[in-house]
C-alpha cells in the first residue's frame, strides 16, 4: 500500500511528446517470513530428512546438504514482519496518440522493518532492503 504525489515537471502535446513526472510515495510493508528447509542426508545417505535449516544440526553442514527443501514449504509457519516503505521515481508518459498510453517509471524504493530479517543462516541481517526499479506501460483511455 502507498499514498503519493506526482508532480508534473514537463508538460507534453495533446497528442505527441513526453511528459515527465516526479513521484513520491509512502506506506506500510508486510512481510511474510518463512523459514528455510533443506533437504539432508546422514554420512551415509540412506535416509533423507526434509525439516528447516538450524546451523547447530550435525545433519545441516555442507557435506550433508542434498539441496534446498519445495519451494512453498514453510509458508504456513510464516511470521509477519511490520514496517514501512518509501518511494522517489521519474515517470515518463510517451503521446504516441490521444487515446494510448506508454511510458516507463524509473525510481527507488526502501523497505524497512522494525527488526532484522534473518535471509540466510550466517549472514549478516539487515532491516532495511533498497531496491532499484523500472516499470513499463502501455495501455488505452477511454
Avoid: C, M, W
Avoid at 91 to 96: A, K, Q, R, Y
Avoid at 106 to 118: C, K, M, N, P, S
Amino acid at each position: 500500500l502507498q499514498y503519493g504525489r506526482d508532480i508534473v515537471l514537463f508538460s507534453k502535446a495533446p497528442q505527441q511528446g513526453v511528459e515527465i513526472k516526479a513521484v513520491f510515495a509512502a506506506g506500510p510493508s508486510i512481510g511474510l517470513v518463512a523459514p528455510y528447509y533443506v533437504d539432508s542426508g546422514d554420512s551415509n545417505f540412506l535416509v533423507s530428512v526434509n525439516e528447516p535449516f538450524d546451523p547447530n544440526n550435525p545433519r545441516h553442514t555442507v557435506g550433508n546438504i542434498l539441496g534446498p527443501g519445495n519451494l512453498f514449504q514453510g509458508v504456513g509457519q510464516s511470521n509477519v514482519q511490520l514496517g514501512g516503505n518509501i518511494k522517489a521515481a521519474l515517470n515518463f508518459e510517451l503521446g504516441i496518440s490521444k487515446n494510448s498510453v506508454s511510458g516507463f517509471e524509473v525510481g527507488f524504493l526502501t523497505d524497512a522493518y522494525f527488526r532484522e530479517i534473518e535471509l540466510l543462516a550466517g549472514a549478516e541481517n539487515q532491516a532495511v532492503f533498497p531496491t532499484i526499479f523500472i516499470t513499463l506501460f502501455y495501455g488505452s483511455r477511454k
